[in-house]
């Protein structure tokens, strides 16, 4: 009698390709594509470039914001910064939001101020205009404050063209 230990061993492998394509096939049909949390919906300035469009006929609200005061830079865990790393600002900082001739430095002011705005012309646009300084925290609060008075088209203004 033959030791069994003496026999060849063969895997069939067909039957196991077919079992991996069966469950490719499964996954690319049950497949969800998951949308972007973070997506911020604006648009990127349109008088810059090749593609100039010409402007709306309604006068949009430009919000311009600008650093009056820097205040100290804070390593994320609220210590002084040591040059390294991630940083944050501390409570000092005090920026300027500008509409028009009207101006304030608390945001809370700005948001009332843009919900008027946006009550008197429901179709009016709105740019956010960042001066040298800000961080995208800054943009990031001021763009909430005019989603939340209402303004749906929200355009960031590029940086002047270099002389």
């Given at each position: 009698m033959e030791d069994p230990r003496d026999q060849d061993c063969k895997l069939e492998m067909t039957p196991?390709?077919?079992?991996?394509?069966?469950?490719?096939?499964?996954?690319m049909c049950t497949l969800r594509f998951k949308t972007l949390e973070g997506k911020l919906?604006?648009?990127l300035p349109k008088d810059v470039g090749g593609n100039v469009t010409p402007s709306k006929l309604g006068e949009d609200v430009e919000i311009r914001l600008r650093v009056v005061?820097?205040?100290r830079r804070l390593d994320v865990r609220?210590?002084?910064y040591?040059?390294?790393g991630r940083w944050i600002y501390d409570d000092t900082r005090e920026l300027e939001y500008r509409v028009g001739p009207w101006?304030?430095?608390r945001l809370g002011d700005l948001e009332r101020r843009l919900a008027e705005l946006h009550?008197?012309?429901v179709d009016r646009a709105s740019k956010i205009d960042a001066s040298d300084g800000i961080v995208y925290g800054d943009v990031a609060?001021?763009?909430?404050?005019?989603?939340?008075?209402?303004?749906r088209a929200i355009e960031f203004v590029g940086a002047p063209p270099s002389r």
């Open positions: 196991m390709i077919d079992v991996v394509f069966l469950l490719l096939i499964f996954f919906a604006a648009y005061r820097e205040g609220g210590e002084p040591a040059g390294a101006k304030t430095t009550a008197l012309d609060r001021v763009l909430d404050a005019a989603l939340g008075a209402g303004f």
